[in-house]
């Protein structure tokens, strides 16, 4: 069983318009709402690959009644997420179907008490006694202690759960120290983190702090994976239109999956980027076109740096 903690979750609603206008009103042609946060992004795509998964984190309100009513019908992801006082939150999606182009409206979480917080790390600790590995994603809700992640991430390791940590900003300065086994930043969080814009040298300082993984995203140029085995790029054949909401959860999915199975550094990093440039392509986020993701597959280039050739797109193995 893999597992995904979302602290954080949300009720995401998408509302499709035929042009997004500053100051004017707009007819909605489409809305869908889905159980959202990153985690439980990560938490449907890995269950769509054939996982076994259980989503865990913070749920509460009306809304988090509804988040949880719809994750009951996500096949093959198993719910548990803690009830809170306070309401979920809700993330609003504009799509503007005339460009392309997406506006994210991101509401606050709810306020988490310290009986809560409690409670959540008793619960965890719990379901780490199964867990093959564990996806820690987004950001903190109010009242969750900035170094949350740190603690997490230290309780996995205590159970030998190798473990994936997917935030930013000073969550993921804390989380680091704990020597997380992945991180998985984009190049703006690498240089906030790090002061350097040259995702390899910013990579390099993380590992530093110590991750034993960064994988960074480099957005349509695809992903950047430094560890002490060597230096990787994985790009996808080329730019590719769409919505890209959820397209770095689709890539811990795939980097998570191929963990689990025991896939090499070259052929994780292909399924990652086939999957999130597939999610760019899918109407919302923790989806994917199935068919763009199998195509992406043969298409995707690794390339080992430092003096190393080509790797040619992987066999494909496992549950894909």
Known sequence: MI?????????DITYRVPALRPHASHRVTEVAERPGGKGLNVARVLAALGHEVTATGFAGGATGDVLRDRLARVPGVVDALLPVAGATRRT???????????TQLNEPGPAITSAEWTAFQEAYEGLLRCASAVA?????????????????????????????????????RRGLAARPDIVKPNAEELAGLTGSHDPARAARDV??????????????????AVNAGGRWR???PGRIRGNPTGAGDSAVAGLLSG???????????TRAVALSAATVLAPAAGEFDRAAYEDLLGRVTVTRETGAARVHPPPRRGRT
């Open 3 to 11: 597992l995904t903690v979302t602290l954080n979750t949300a009720l």
């Open 92 to 102: 609003i999606a504009v799509a503007d179907t005339a460009t392309g182009d997406t």
């Open 136 to 172: 820690l994603c987004g950001s903190l809700p109010p009242g969750v202690p900035v170094g949350a992640y740190a603690g997490l991430v230290r309780a996995a390791r205590a159970a030998a759960v190798p473990v994936l940590l997917d935030t930013s900003g000073e969550p993921l």
């Open 207 to 224: 590992r530093g702090r110590g991750a034993h993984t960064v994988v960074a995203s480099l957005g349509a140029e695809g992903l950047l």
């Open 234 to 236: 994985a790009a996808p």
């Open 259 to 269: 963990l689990v199975e025991g896939l090499a550094w070259p052929e994780r990093l």
